[in-house]
């Protein structure tokens, strides 16, 4: 059945490895019984997954994005906690489970990717209008219109996203999928400003590359031009400075030799983007991670994966307290 998985302590101490002499990141972090108990909770951001990759293949791309969540989420939970990050922070909230649409064509995954929306769009309201920053791991890229929704609808007004990406995903709002999250939020009017930094000149169409250049709302900085002549942070800082509070977009295949549907051997590295959130000079309304993998529908598999994620989670807790 559909719906929101919220997890108990208990469900979160199975996947710490205790050790003696040590405290972990799950021994920390908190935990609710219910959404409407985000209110009385004193921890600042929540933690939450949503393991599919039905919007991946409503966009004719290849199933995996639904594996990334468990080991991220195990390779978090056994991150020391120390003086550098302790973890109360934290609420680990669960996660959401979809079952596959019955229709099992492109219009019924479509339909399916609809329906997630809803329900993600619900859960994120009541996690920004308790105060709480939150922090996704996907899953693909078609939940970030559910989140951006969300925000604007509990901010009551449009919002500001940032998108480390190599593609722009703006394709036509034509139906659903992992390719036109920020289409729907800029026609919907839920996005004020969208940024995309590190977009690859080669995998972005005339259509989308002409969206940008006469959209007023669109700022690009493209991973090409970085290469040539930008310094990483100049380029970044740049691009952030005109942004009030933006919500942080990165899907994984903007960083080189991460496992996902569109992997890439040309990319940011990881230890780049991890600059980019530990340097910047803002703060971020949330945090959504997608599109990564630890196993492909053609058989790849990574062990790393969730380990680079709950290092990109670390870093973003982090950036509040230097």
């Known amino acids: 059945m559909d719906g929101l998985r919220i997890y108990s302590n208990d469900d979160v101490l199975k996947l710490v490895n205790v050790r003696t002499g040590e405290t972990k990141l799950g021994e920390r972090a908190g935990t609710v019984s219910s959404l409407e108990d985000l209110n009385n909770s004193e921890a600042r951001f929540v933690l939450l997954g949503i393991p599919e990759d039905i919007g991946v293949r409503a966009n004719y791309g290849l199933p995996g994005a639904s594996t990334a969540w468990n080991p991220t989420l195990k390779a978090f939970l056994n991150t020391q906690s120390n003086r550098f990050l302790d973890g109360s922070e934290l609420i680990i909230l669960g996660h959401f489970e979809f079952t596959d649409p019955k229709n099992d064509s492109i219009e019924g995954r479509q339909q399916k990717v609809s329906e997630i929306d809803e329900a993600v769009s619900a859960c994120i309201v009541k996690i920004v209008s308790a105060g709480k920053i939150p922090i996704i791991i996907g899953g693909g890229h078609n939940n970030a219109y559910?989140?951006?929704?969300?925000?604007?609808?509990?901010?009551?007004?449009?919002?500001?996203?940032?998108?480390?990406?190599?593609?722009?995903?703006?394709?036509?709002?034509?139906?659903?999928?992992?390719?036109?999250?920020?289409?729907?939020?800029?026609?919907?009017?839920?996005?004020?400003?969208?940024?995309?930094?590190?977009?690859?000149?080669?995998?972005?169409?005339?259509?989308?590359?002409?969206?940008?250049?006469?959209?007023?709302?669109?700022?690009?900085?493209?991973?090409?031009?970085?290469?040539?002549?930008?310094?990483?942070?100049?380029?970044?800082?740049?691009?952030?400075?005109?942004?009030?509070?933006?919500?942080?977009?990165?899907?994984l295949d903007s960083i080189e030799n991460v496992l996902s549907s569109a992997a890439t051997p040309s990319g940011f590295s990881l230890n780049e983007i991890r600059r980019l959130i530990l340097g910047s000079s803002k703060r971020f309304a949330y945090l959504h991670i997608c599109e990564g993998a630890a196993e492909m529908a053609d058989g790849r598999t990574s062990s790393l994966t969730g380990k680079s994620i709950a290092y990109l989670i670390t870093d973003f807790l982090k950036s509040y307290t230097l």
Do not use: C
């Open 146 to 251: 559910p989140i951006i929704k969300a925000l604007s609808i509990a901010k009551k007004q449009a919002v500001d996203i940032i998108n480390i990406d190599a593609h722009a995903d703006l394709r036509e709002p034509n139906g659903r999928h992992s390719g036109n999250s920020f289409s729907y939020a800029l026609k919907d009017g839920y996005m004020t400003k969208y940024g995309v930094f590190g977009l690859h000149q080669s995998y972005n169409n005339a259509a989308i590359l002409k969206e940008i250049e006469t959209n007023e709302k669109i700022r690009a900085v493209f991973f090409d031009d970085i290469l040539l002549k930008d310094s990483l942070l100049s380029a970044w800082d740049q691009l952030i400075n005109d942004f009030e509070t933006p919500g942080l977009e990165i899907d």
